[in-house]
């Protein structure tokens, strides 16, 4: 795997009023791999999320995106250069079709409709959703909406895909599906960072872990390495393993 | 993205498919329109009564401000109580302008809507930060303002308004003393250039930027829309229609004060047939204002004078009934064609 990194985050600190949810963050996402941010309830994970994606802004530190420095940047930039999210609580776009949700992600690149048009149809055939092109989202099953989030990132044909907790709450046969549809986004070139509970389901998919533990980064490596690690164990493993 | 994620072979007949249906769809919305204008062309040939031909130009009339509510309200989603102020503008600059300064009122009116456009990139960029029930009262005070201020702006004739001269029968003036079925014929057309913009923006990047914005500004944000433009950009447009509506108005009444176009009440009368009709929907304006203007118009001729305010207990009622039974308007009654979604098609 190539070591070229793709995302810098250099003494990244958010504080919320006086609770610091993220203390002098240092951490880095490869170009091409899959990589999982985990952590028990409470450790700054979807803030750090966050702070990639542009939906806040860090309150010091530094975040590069392919060598640039993006702190600054608004999620609307970030997203032009080539950084997408999914939300962990789906937010369609409830009064149009699936297929025009996914434009929206289309016209980043497309400035014709026609063009959008086509471009989601075919991301929404990559994700599997392609019979439900003319449906309204609010006739969609919870795991088709959860597709339709990643479909809707991936029409804006991202570098980096963030995304928040996309397999918690599936059926073991929906999670299945889920991953292999990962694997096939990060085949295709597109990096990937999933925040995510479920342990189970997330080692085998990773190459890489980062655990966060109250704000500050706690182990890095691969998840054999990671999960081995004492004070993960301690931090969490070992206080109480999550089955959700 | 270095290689996009690569396209299964199976896939480009369907999305063809899909693609070719939405295009009949729309294809098909332009025909309904067309014989639905050449109908109403036709109406004048019918309706020779003068005081019919009067309801029939402010229904369309207000068909066409409901319209370009419509692009602000129902598909951006901003809920303006304040657009009488547009209408104001518009009204103001056409009158001023050709009295003052013998500007035709053709110029004057898109002078006004350029005027109003301005203001309301102006307005938008202080207001767009409010969100919800505060941007919708902003605009209602700010509308108040403009009303305030009109009452007291000598130039403008404060409180006893502008009259325009009288003259002869003309298009390029647009007065017409003896037979008002010109006034039908600009406000159909005004109604069919609305509507048609509306049609366009319905399939263009910003008429779904403005849909997304409405549904869920985060996530459009996420996905690369820039929301205080796209809200800007819709508020303009729709205040530029209005403003031309308002020129318009001016023209066909021959005379404009503060409280015959800046009223609060007029904000709303722009509103309600957009509710009562279908919020968002490119027939669901047209639909509400064809009920209620000539509801209103008669109830008051038949019940009373025109400030007894009963045609706005009616149309209270009405709105009330609409939200309790249909609250997506009434178009929804209609087939699926007219009501805009492609829910048929599934």
Redesign the interface.
């Known amino acids: 795997m190539s070591t070229e990194l793709l995302v810098q985050a250099r003494q990244v600190t958010r504080r919320f009023g006086g609770l610091v949810a993220n203390s002098n963050i240092d951490a880095e996402v490869r170009r091409g791999e899959i990589l999982g941010l985990i952590g028990p309830n409470g450790a700054g994970k979807s803030t750090f999320f966050n702070l990639i994606a542009g939906a806040l802004p860090p309150t010091s530190g530094q975040i590069l995106f392919e060598g640039q420095d993006v702190t600054g940047l608004p999620a609307t930039r970030r997203c032009a250069l080539g950084i997408a999210r999914t939300y962990q609580v789906p937010r369609s776009f409830d009064s149009m079709s699936v297929v025009e949700n996914v434009m929206i992600g289309s016209f980043v690149r497309h400035a014709g409709t026609a063009a959008a048009r086509h471009a989601a149809l075919e991301m929404l055939d990559f994700t599997g959703l392609a019979r439900q092109a003319n449906t309204l989202t609010h006739q969609l099953t919870p795991p088709e909406k959860r597709r339709l989030e990643v479909a809707r990132a991936l029409a804006t044909q991202p570098k980096l895909l963030l995304l928040d907790e996309v397999l918690t709450g599936l059926t073991p046969s929906e999670a299945r599906l889920g991953v292999e549809l990962i694997r096939r986004v990060r085949d295709a070139g597109v990096t990937v960072v999933m925040v995510e509970h479920v342990m189970e389901v997330v080692m085998p998919l990773v190459d890489r872990a980062v655990v966060l533990n109250l704000g500050q980064v706690l182990a890095e490596g691969t998840p054999a390495e990671v999960v081995r690690n004492p004070a993960v164990i301690s931090a969490y493993l070992g206080e109480r393993r999550h089955a959700a | 993205?270095?290689?996009?994620?690569?396209?299964?072979a199976?896939?480009p007949s369907?999305?063809n498919d899909?693609?070719r249906s939405?295009g009949v769809h729309r294809r098909g919305q332009l025909l309904i329109a067309l014989v639905l204008f050449v109908l109403i062309a036709l109406l004048p040939q019918v309706v020779q009564n003068a005081y019919l031909r009067n309801v029939l130009v402010l229904t369309l009339l207000y068909a066409a401000l409901a319209q370009a509510w419509n692009i602000l309200g129902g598909y951006c989603g901003q809920i303006s109580l304040g657009h009488a102020l547009y209408f104001g503008v518009g009204a103001y600059a056409a009158s001023k302008l050709y009295v003052a300064f013998g500007v035709l009122p053709w110029f004057g009116m898109l002078v006004g809507g350029g005027l109003a456009a301005l203001l309301a990139l102006v307005l938008g960029y202080g207001c767009f930060r409010l969100k919800g029930h505060y941007f919708s009262i902003a605009t209602i005070v700010i509308a108040e303002m403009g009303l305030l201020l009109a009452h007291n702006w000598e130039w403008l004739g404060a409180a006893s308004g502008i009259q325009w001269p009288f003259g002869p029968d003309s298009w390029a003036t647009l007065q017409f003393a003896r037979d008002k079925t010109p006034y039908v014929y600009f406000a159909l057309g005004l109604l069919a250039v609305t509507w048609l913009a509306c049609w366009l923006i319905e399939?263009?990047?910003w008429g779904?930027?403005w849909?997304?914005v409405?549904?869920?500004p985060?996530?459009?944000?996420?996905?690369?829309?820039?929301?205080l433009p796209s809200k800007m950009a819709a508020a303009a447009i729709s205040a530029f229609f209005t403003a031309v509506g308002g020129g318009f108005y001016a023209a066909f009444v021959s005379y404009v004060d503060p409280d015959s176009v800046m009223q609060f009440r007029f904000s709303l009368l722009i509103v309600l047939p957009v509710v009562l009709g279908g919020i968002?929907t490119l027939w669901g304006p047209i639909l509400g204002a064809a009920i209620l203007i000539p509801l209103t118009e008669f109830s008051r001729s038949y019940m009373g004078g025109s400030g007894s305010g009963l045609d706005l207990m009616i149309y209270g009622g009405l709105v009330m009934a609409v939200a309790l039974l249909k609250p997506e308007g009434l178009i929804r009654l209609l087939p699926s064609r007219f009501s805009g979604?492609?829910?048929a098609?599934?």
């Open positions: 993205m270095q290689t996009s994620p690569s396209v299964p199976a896939a369907a999305a899909a693609v939405f399939d263009s990047r779904y930027w849909r997304a409405k549904d869920n985060e996530a459009a944000e996420s996905l690369g829309v820039t929301v968002g979604k492609k829910e098609a599934r």
